[in-house]
T-cell receptor
């Protein structure tokens, strides 16, 4: 019973490098989300998807891109990493207006 | 914009006492609310939820109260235990937006 799985769990990047975080869910959820969490702060929504092939911007979308080519996967890309993107990234999924289920997080450090 | 806030950033309670964590929300159109618990190094875990057509909902040792008049949400934990030590977040959801908005969190410390 995997739920929401995020890979990788840890990553260190140099400024300007690019990378992709993968989120996979096995609950057949329609809705998927990417949040970032900074120390002492809550969760801020980066991008979300309401179905396969759709994406939308959240509160803090700049510097990130996403894709939802398959219903079970939601990818978060950093085009050109900056130190300000050092954070813990959480993926989550839900069915309509229901409990949001989170992954364990991906800790990203940008040097 | 929309926001969800908490009154107390840190709450310390004695083991065995009851805890109350508060949350204010700003969007009167929000119709679904969730409380999450986050332990260090882990993702948020669901505790309890409530929809706007209810005022109170009880779970095992936890109760959520919703006051729509003053846009206030609270989480009550009965007989607080050391394992309850964590950061607690409230989240609000507004139908039609598909977005869950989180507050900054309250750290609960349980004193032995």
């Amino acid at each position: 019973n995997a739920g929401v799985t995020q890979t990788p769990k840890f990553r260190v990047l140099k400024t300007g490098q690019s990378m992709t975080l993968l989120c996979a869910q096995d609950m057949n959820h329609e809705y998927m989300y990417w949040y970032r969490q900074d120390p002492g702060m809550g969760l801020r929504l980066i991008h979300y998807s309401v179905g396969e092939g759709t994406t939308a911007k959240g509160e803090v979308p700049d510097g990130y891109n996403v894709s939802r080519l398959k219903k079970q996967n939601f990818l978060l890309g950093l085009e050109s990493a900056a130190p300000s993107q050092t954070s813990v990234y959480f993926c989550a999924s839900s069915s309509l207006a229901n409990v949001l289920t989170f992954g364990a997080g991906s800790r990203l450090t940008v040097l | 914009g929309e926001s969800v806030g908490l009154h107390l950033p840190t709450l310390s309670v004695q083991e065995g006492d009851n805890s109350i964590i508060n949350c204010a929300y700003s969007n009167s159109a929000s119709d679904y609310f969730i409380w999450y618990k986050q332990e260090s190094g882990k993702g948020p875990q669901f505790i309890i939820d409530i929809r706007s057509n209810m005022d109170k909902r009880q779970g095992q040792r936890v109760t959520v109260l919703l006051n729509k008049t003053v846009k206030h949400l609270s989480l009550q934990i009965a007989a607080t235990q050391p394992g309850d030590s964590a950061v607690y977040f409230c989240a609000e959801y507004t139908s039609g937006t598909y977005k869950y908005i989180f507050g900054t969190g309250t750290r609960l410390k349980v004193l032995a």
